[in-house]
């Protein structure tokens, strides 16, 4: 039997759903010139074509299969799709492709790292968004002139989320005299959050760089910035309509809202990274604002729905190299607050840091294995609806 002959019949198991990997497969198919299988199989594909698909393709497939059923659909595009980004070409299955002096050796999939598996994915990703097309904006209403008047700001993974459950009660922000809430949190966790909001958006470098860079020019996010805000805010609206909120939890009964809204969980730096990997290959893609509505309203619910299954995942923690800075901008933010006379829902202690004891220092990003994980969840919601709730 050869070994090309080998690698159609792990194919059309692949195609099968079978979770073999290639280093224990023994037996022999032939090219998919045609429909392969049984009504209802995956391997019901109308042409997986002659040639071999490549080894990181091959092996993604087979991590799909290990967590869900994936569609015919999906296993062609998983089959038909590039690596993006940079790293490693297609890759040859070992046995099968000849070892050459020029370009990389055949590999067995099952020796690659999670990071080459995750620009497959990206790739998909982004292509299934890209046939998804933008979602309508839907206009967020006139706030009601006897309601309370509001606007919420800050802290993106809190006021954005906030905004989103009032909006979706009928409570559109502005209104006449409204108050400006500053929503926000320590500021090691606010870092974070600016961070994700700029992978679901336009776009951001991996988290140790981007916090390497931000140290560098001695500046904090916009959105982590509650000093800053506080100072724009004032001068449009006066002092006395500027708040600061730091228990997000207050935040319905400050607006006159009688029902309570759900204060937003932190997502794990996964989520983040997957997103700031499909938003690499989408841009090559799509325009820019294009590509951030893309990512915040059609990839953002998929992520948020699969991370329930999610394990290994990590919060975003600064690095030790980076800590003094970050504890001495939020002892500039508390003590500038307080001397500013801006009202405050909280204690201005919470904008200060607090470090895990319990986490290496060389794991405070997101992991590639759980990236991994969750981007084959993820391409398993494929079809599924991509609204988020309030």
Not at 19 to 45: C, N, S, V, Y
Not at 201 to 218: D, F, Q, S, T, Y
Not at 317 to 335: G, I, M, N, S, T
Request: aromatic letters at 4%.
């Amino acid at each position: 039997m050869s070994d090309e002959r080998r690698a159609w019949g792990w194919i059309a198991h692949l195609l099968d759903g079978g979770t073999t990997p290639w280093q224990d497969w023994r037996e022999a198919g032939e090219p998919q010139t045609g429909q392969t299988g049984q009504p209802g199989q995956l391997g019901q594909l109308d042409q997986v074509g002659r040639y071999l698909p490549g080894a990181q393709q091959l092996e993604l497939l087979r991590r799909i299969n290990l967590v869900g059923r994936p569609s015919a659909e999906l296993a062609r595009q998983v089959l038909d799709a590039s690596a993006a980004g940079r790293g490693r070409p297609d890759l040859e299955l070992s046995g099968v492709g000849r070892r050459s002096s020029f370009g990389p050796d055949p590999v067995d999939p099952g020796d690659l790292p999670a990071g080459e598996l995750v620009r497959v994915a990206a790739s998909i990703l982004a292509d299934q968004l890209v046939d998804s097309g933008a979602p309508a904006e839907v206009p967020p209403g006139k706030p009601a002139w006897w309601r309370r008047g509001y606007r919420l700001v800050g802290d993106p993974e809190i006021a954005d989320d906030l905004r989103a459950q009032l909006i979706a009660r009928g409570r559109a922000p502005g209104g006449r005299r409204a108050v400006v809430y500053v929503c926000g949190s320590d500021l090691g966790t606010m870092l974070g959050h600016a961070w994700t909001q700029r992978a679901f958006g336009e776009g951001v470098n991996a988290w140790r760089e981007w916090l390497r860079a931000l140290r560098e020019r001695r500046e904090l996010p916009p959105r982590a910035d509650l000093l800053a805000a506080c100072r724009v805010w004032a001068d449009r609206v006066g002092k006395d309509r500027v708040q600061v909120v730091l228990e997000p939890g207050t935040v319905a009964s400050l607006v006159g809202e009688r029902r309570p809204l759900t204060v937003p969980g932190t997502v794990p730096g996964e989520g983040g990274e997957l997103a700031r990997r499909v938003g690499s290959v989408l841009g090559l893609l799509v325009r820019p604002e294009e590509r951030a509505s893309l990512l915040s309203s059609r990839l953002r619910p998929r992520v948020d729905a699969s991370l329930a299954g999610l394990r290994g995942g990590r919060p975003l923690v600064v690095p030790p190299a980076h800590r003094d800075w970050v504890e001495r901008e939020a002892e500039r933010l508390r003590h500038g607050i307080e001397r500013a006379g801006y009202a405050v829902h909280g204690d201005l202690d919470r904008l200060l840091p607090t470090w895990p004891a319990d986490i290496d220092p060389a794991h405070v990003g997101p992991s590639p294995d759980a990236t991994l994980d969750l981007a084959v969840q993820v391409l398993l919601t494929e079809g599924q609806p991509d609204r988020r709730t309030a």
